[in-house]
C-alpha cells in the first residue's frame, strides 16, 4: 500500500463550488504539506502543517483552508472554486527538522478541473 | 529570497546519450539542495541530495555536486534510457525546513 494517498485523483467542479481534497499517511510523520503544480511553475507551497496544532500559510495560501484532523490526515479545501485553481495538487509529508534532512514524500496528486 | 532556476526543457535525447540539467540557486547560508522526479502520473520521488559544500549526491547512475562558488547544482548523467524520461526539479531547503522548487525540466528519452 501507498505511504501517502490522496482522494480523489481526480475531480471536476464548476465555479463557486466547495471542495476538499484529503490526504492521508502511514509514514509517521509529524510534517504535512499541501502544493499545487502548475505548467512551467514548478511546485508552490499552498499550506503546511509541523503537527497537529501547528498550521502555517504557504506561498499561495488565498483561496484555500486546511484542516489537520489526525496526525495522518491533512485536508485542503476550496472554500468557493473558481477557474484559476485548476491544477494538479500533490500532499507530502516529512519528518521533524534534523532527521532526513526534510526529505519529503509525496502522493500521487489530485487533478482538479474547476470550470 | 531564497530561489531556484533550472534550464527550461524539454530536453531531448537519444538512449545513451550524456546528460546535463542545470541548476542554480540563491541562498543565504548553506542550504541543502535536492533534485527530485516525476514520472508520468506520478508524485514526486527524491533522487538525490546534497548537503554542503563539494558534496556529491548520487542514485540510479545520476550525479550532482554542491558547488558553493558557483551556486550550482548540476544534474548528470553519462548514458540516459527511454525510462530515465520524467520531470526533474531541483529543490532547496530554506529556513523554515521549507523547500523551495524549480519549475522543473522536462527530459524526453528516444530509443
Redesign the interface.
Known sequence: DAD?TQTPRNRITKTGKRIMLECSQTKGHD?MYWYRQDP????Q?IY?S?DVKDINK?EISDGYSVSRQAQAKFSLSLESAIPNQTALY?C?T?EA?GRA?????????TRLTVL | GNSVTQMEGPVTLSEEAFLTINCTYTATGYP?L?WYVQYP??????LL?A?KADDKGSNKGFEATYRKETTSFHLEKGSVQVSDSAVY?CAL?SGG???I????TRLQVFP
Open positions: 501517502v510534517r512551467g511553475l514548478g511546485l507551497l503546511y509541523f504557504g500533490f507530502a516529512s527538522s534532512l526534510n526529505e519529503q514524500f509525496f502522493g500521487p496528486g | 541543502s535536492f502520473g506520478e508524485g514526486l520521488q527524491l541530495k548537503t526539479f531547503r525546513d521549507k523547500l522548487f524549480g519549475t522543473g
